[in-house]
């Protein structure tokens, strides 16, 4: 099993690939210290499973190109909390699995292992929240619309956000202020529980329809 290990920190990954060097059934194929690094990896080598050490700030929103770019790596989160929350947070982001922080190495390897195979092992409660977000995500648009309360206008910068547009460019379509657009940016962020306006880019170009039903709503 080939193993791509992503971590920031260069020392806990060549500790993971001393560890790993004992198992015969894991060879690591390639350290990577950042997530373009990461991309070259999967492009010169044959992988199984990646690792990702989520312990250290990685956006996790840039992690979900990766999984659809690859649908045939799977890839596991290292170190996450586990809570309910968190795990379907990584599962959105296109996680297939992941090792709590107190996880010894033991069960790091056994993870790699089933998550090769295709298999998730949680506790009980983690396993009814993913189920239970699975049922939200099939719930009708207008009731997620509903939840993030965006005025008309914050909708409409929202959706030129999603496309690509800078805050002049905004300004300049919809006939504001840098300034004032810069304030609506900041609440729509707020609203959508995000810090940074790529996020939203990135929201509103995986679910067109949350701007763009938002906005008609305020014109009915």
Known sequence: MNVVILTPIRMFGDGLAACFSSRSEI???AIASDLAILR?????????VVLIDVTQGIDLFDVRPIAIQYPDVPLLALGLNEQRQEVISCGCKGFAGYIPRDASIDVVCKSLREVALGRLTCPPEISSGLLRALFRKEQS???????????RRESEVLELLGRGLSNKEIGNELCLSVATVKHHVHHVLEKLKLQRRAQAMRKVQDAPWIARRSSMMHRR
């Open 141 to 151: 648009p207008e009731e997620s619309i509903a939840d993030l309360a965006l005025t």
């Open 27 to 29: 060879s690591v194929a």
């Open 40 to 48: 070259d990896s999967l492009e010169t080598n044959s992988v199984d």
